[in-house]
């Protein structure tokens, strides 16, 4: 299984811009970079994929280094509802089978 | 309307017992998952179903047994409940065979073995 390094929390203020750091120096060409989170007590929650370009959507933004060994996700602007365990994760493929392996997700907390 | 649904939502029972815990998704997925999520907060797959075909099984025990009978449901039967057993589990659904569309997540089930 591929393996990500992210912090383990990181600590933010309402309403600024958050980037949460990943790396991935194992990544292989076909592994697509997801990003999940998990608000408290709920299940994980889909936030973005990319595979070689930066990408944007309504959440968030992912920015894809060169190498494609890091990763960057990108909140624009804070809110307290983005209090989360954030997860990267290299989709793995078994028989065509998506398969997410979850590390340790790095807790974010959005100050007041 | 709930896409993913997950029952019972808490599950207190002793050790020694069967239990089951149902999943149920309205998105007309064709594949489904069961994770496991321990007291440390790290999530693992179990399995994984693709139109009622067990595609991934991650060397769980053989105490656990996925159940699909139709594809908009995946079961998931435990016998001789262990006190490791205790953890939330996630059901999850996804559209297509080897794309790359993200996973839906249920509200989790709670199980405490005593």
């Known amino acids: 299984d591929a393996k990500t390094t992210q912090p383990n929390s990181m600590e933010s203020n309402e309403e600024e811009p958050v980037h949460l750091p990943c790396n991935h120096s194992?990544?292989?060409?076909?592994?697509?970079i997801h990003w999940y989170r998990q608000l408290p007590s709920q299940g994980p929650e889909y936030v973005i994929h990319?595979?070689?370009s930066n990408v944007n959507n309504r959440m968030a933004s992912l920015a894809i280094a060169e190498d494609r060994k890091s990763s960057t996700l990108i909140l624009h602007r804070a809110t307290l509802r983005d209090a989360a365990v954030y997860y990267c994760?290299?989709?793995?493929?078994?028989?065509?089978?998506?398969?997410?392996?979850f590390g340790q997700g790095t807790r974010l907390t959005i100050n007041p | 309307d709930t896409a993913v649904s997950q029952t019972p939502k808490y599950l207190v029972t002793q050790m020694g017992n069967d239990k089951s815990i149902k999943c149920e998704q309205n998105?007309?997925?064709?594949?489904m998952y069961w994770y496991k999520q321990d007291s440390k907060k790290f999530l693992k797959i179990m399995f994984s179903?693709?139109?009622?075909?067990?595609?991934i099984n991650e060397t769980v025990p053989n105490r656990f047994s996925p159940k699909s009978p139709d594809k908009a449901h995946l079961n998931l039967h435990i016998n001789s409940l262990e006190l490791g057993d205790s953890a939330v589990y996630f059901c999850?659904?996804?559209?297509?065979?080897?794309?790359?569309?993200?996973?839906?997540f249920g509200p989790g089930t709670r199980l405490l073995v005593l």
């Open positions: 999850a659904s996804r559209p297509g065979w080897g794309s790359q569309e993200t996973q839906y």
């Open positions: 194992t990544i292989s060409g076909t592994d697509y």
């Open positions: 990319g595979l070689t």
């Open positions: 994760i290299l989709r793995d493929l078994i028989q065509g089978a998506q398969k997410l392996v």
């Open positions: 998105l007309g997925h064709d594949t």
């Open positions: 179903y693709n139109n009622k075909e067990l595609i």
